[in-house]
């Protein structure tokens, strides 16, 4: 009875047209509000002793002073419910009322979010006021007066499911398509669509008749509880489509692709803000949403300030016209983290029903665990390995299979690729939230404090890290034929220098320079030439730091050549000298446009230095 009541009340609210701030305020007609009042208070968590039915995950408002604040029901207990506030609660009492909204937490979707910054609860923090972010307060998400030029893509008479494209209007160059409410069932039919003109969201574009002959008027807007995925696709495939990045250490040695998932882990210092910010700005990806989530107040101002300031490599506009950033800062209630990541994967799976590609960007997921277990703890659930949630690893795959290459049911392709941070404490890869990701994430880039120290940027570790996507066959296929026959079987032997280059830096660390044979050297230089010109790379370069996988693939090929040359040395100390040398050569070819003058006078430099050393 309790799970009919919510469905029906979250059902009527989403398709009704009010304002969000209305409807936030406002009960659903034609039901009777349940009421409340607080019992217990622990923080954030508050017990509410509840005179109707409530639902897991229901929204409700708790008034403190004549201040509503936003909650949400984690645990129904008989007439009790716990609720965690996203506000703070100081000053709250014992015996203040609570309004039960008969929804779940959700965001208002349609035109006007690119651009835009948002926190955790989608309040449009461009419109308040003052330093501090005023307990209680909420804006609107979408801009209730502009106007849309919009175009219809249906015909009156088709038959329509939720998701399908109704019209388009155009923001920031992106085509933003009008779709049918997504939580719409069945099969309708289109009675009535506008023509071709300016509306805004709030105006009715069409009417759609269900198969009971009700009527139902669209507007551009809809809402989405965000704890639930968007499912209005006909399949969802395993991903094989290369996600180029620009990153030769993400494109070559451990790729992501369309619709993959992948994480990023590395203590403090480690350049992962950086590493975000090259992937956001050069991947190939139609939408880009940063989620910070409980991160450091002057980090996520330094994305405010940088992002504006980054431009588009593919378009030369701004790359903030294609951006949608969702800021939670580290002083905000905890509660609020864990709504930052689904609001900002809600709004990417929207974008993905229209055929679009969306990067989605979390830093850091640490902090959303952190803030699952300091709710788990206050209410004395059983603790996991380090106080985590026992279900801590089902929270982490049922968020990240949201994330995917989907095909429409009109026929076109659309996917969320998500890659996460992981902020171990002392870098420990072996703690709860690493350990959990890496069960779910195909790709793992572990960022290594020693490389961090040894300024080898990016600091990914090139042996442990590791992108499952390599043993996709699909996969394999798609690279043979975007790249070449042997792409795959070259970048596993570049791992093998690698590793092999390791172990012999070991081995001279503890034998001395003259412990180990001269060819020990050898292949430790060519390990090192791997490291330098693939591995390694300058986000500050305006030519390096955007890697086509042409170049890429040229340089592995040229770089493989000299690996497999022998050469002619009389002792250790040539090695070193001549490899130095040859590696300065090639960094200067990464710093140079790809096949321009300067490339070739550098590429000719380096085939002279192998020549000179070559064995015949």
Not at 451 to 466: E, F, Q, V
Request: proline share 5%.
């Amino acid at each position: 009875e309790t799970l009919s009541y919510i469905l029906r009340k979250q059902n009527n609210h989403m398709k009704r047209l009010a304002s969000p701030v209305r409807g936030r305020m406002q009960n659903n007609k034609g039901y009777m509000a349940t009421k409340g009042s607080v019992k217990g208070i622990v923080s954030n968590l508050v017990t509410i002793e509840a005179d109707g039915p409530v639902a897991q995950n229901e929204i409700c408002y708790i008034t403190v002073g004549g201040v509503p604040l936003m909650s949400e029901v984690i645990r129904v207990n008989g007439k009790n419910a716990y609720a965690q506030v996203f506000e703070s609660t100081r000053g709250m009492r014992i015996g203040d009322p609570v309004t039960f909204e008969g929804h779940m937490l959700e965001v208002t979707l349609g035109p006007g979010m690119l651009s835009k910054n948002y926190d955790g609860l989608q309040n449009d923090l461009d419109k308040m006021d003052g330093v501090f972010l005023k307990r209680g307060s909420y804006t609107y998400a979408l801009d209730e007066e502009k106007l849309w030029d919009f175009k219809p893509l249906a015909t009156i008479g088709d038959r329509v499911t939720a998701g399908a494209w109704l019209g388009e209007v155009e923001e920031n160059f992106q085509s933003i398509k009008i779709m049918v409410p997504f939580t719409f069932e069945g099969i309708y039919t289109l009675k009535s669509l506008q023509p071709a003109g300016k509306y805004t969201v709030e105006d009715n574009i069409a009417v759609l008749v269900d198969e009971s002959g009700v009527e139902h008027p669209i507007t551009m807007k809809q809402k989405w509880p965000v704890k639930r995925p968007i499912t209005c696709y006909a399949d969802k495939p395993r991903p094989h489509k290369l996600l180029e990045t620009g990153v030769r250490m993400i494109d070559t040695m451990n790729p992501i692709v369309e619709g993959g998932t992948g994480f990023i882990p590395g203590p403090f210092g480690t350049g992962k803000t950086v590493l975000q910010h090259a992937i956001s700005k050069q991947a190939e990806a139609d939408i880009v949403i940063i989620a910070a989530c409980g991160e450091r107040a002057n980090e996520v101002v330094e994305v405010f300030k940088e992002f504006p300031e980054l431009l588009d490599p593919n378009t030369g506009r701004p790359l903030m016209e294609r951006t949608i950033i969702i800021a939670n800062t580290s002083n905000m209630p905890v509660a609020a983290r864990e709504a930052s990541v689904y609001t900002a994967m809600t709004i990417a799976e929207y974008y993905r029903s229209m055929g679009l590609k969306v990067l989605l960007m979390a830093d850091s997921t640490s902090r959303w665990a952190q803030a699952l277990r300091e709710m788990s703890n206050r209410l004395e659930e059983l603790p996991g390995p380090d106080a985590f949630p026992m279900d801590l690893s089902a929270i982490v795959a049922n968020f990240y299979a949201r994330a995917g290459f989907v095909h429409l049911k009109n026929g076109q392709t659309g996917s969320v690729t998500f890659i996460g941070t992981v902020s171990p404490a002392g870098g420990n890869l072996k703690e709860p939230v690493t350990e959990n990701t890496k069960k779910v994430a195909r790709c793992f880039y572990a960022l290594e404090q020693e490389r961090a120290d040894r300024k080898r940027y990016p600091a990914i570790n090139p042996i442990d890290s590791y992108s499952k996507y390599l043993e996709y066959p699909e996969f394999a296929d798609y690279v043979a034929e975007r790249v070449g026959a042997g792409w795959i079987d070259q970048v596993s032997e570049l791992k093998q220098w690698l590793i092999r280059g390791k172990e012999i830096s070991e081995q001279i660390n503890i034998l001395g320079d003259d412990g180990v044979p001269l060819d020990y050297h050898v292949t430790f230089w060519k390990s090192e030439l791997i490291d330098f010109i693939i591995c390694q790379q300058d986000a500050f370069d305006s030519i390096d730091c955007n890697c086509s996988l042409e170049r890429q693939e040229f340089m592995v090929r040229r770089v493989m050549q000299v690996c497999h040359t022998e050469f002619s040395f009389d002792g250790f100390v040539e090695v070193g000298d001549f490899f130095k040398e040859l590696i300065n050569a090639f960094r200067q070819m990464n710093y140079a446009e790809f096949d321009s003058d300067e490339f070739r006078k550098q590429q000719a430099k380096a085939d002279e230095l192998v020549s000179q050393r070559a064995k015949n």
